[in-house]
């Protein structure tokens, strides 16, 4: 079983900045595509960046130049740098990984468990 815990979450004045944190524990042979979403209630899930096991990145438009996604491979762990936050940031972000298994070397998707950010304005 593979478990993503995510981390960093919290509340922060307009034009501040947070580091969310998503770390991959479990029986894991290899990850793949690491991403990081976001959902308002009532609204779709976003998809807010997305990096590929070589390093590429991909980011919403809402986000791009204020917000960077990066990994570690060796610690299974991606990061969302968030900086000149805004009001309409605030939601709950979760943390998305394809994951291949020792028990099964097919990829599946595994969630984080969300993380509330809140920006005052």
């Known amino acids: 079983q593979v478990q993503l815990v995510e981390s960093g979450g919290g509340l922060v004045q307009a034009g501040g900045s947070l580091r969310l944190s998503c770390a991959a524990s479990?029986?894991?042979?290899?990850?793949?595509?690491m991403r990081w979403y976001r959902q308002v209630p009532g609204n779709e899930r976003e998809l807010v960046a997305d990096?590929?096991?070589?390093?590429?990145?991909n980011y919403a438009d809402t986000v791009k130049g204020r917000f960077t996604i990066s990994r570690d491979n060796a610690k299974n762990t991606v990061y969302l740098q968030m900086n000149s936050l805004k009001s309409e940031d605030t939601t709950v972000y979760y943390c998305?990984?394809?994951?291949?298994?020792?028990?099964?070397?097919?990829?599946?998707?595994?969630w984080g468990q969300g993380t509330q950010v809140t920006v005052s304005s």
């Open positions: 998305y990984m394809h994951v291949a298994t020792a028990w099964s070397r097919a990829y599946y998707a595994y």
């Open positions: 479990g029986s894991i042979l290899s990850v793949g595509n």
């Open positions: 990096i590929i096991s070589g390093g590429s990145t």
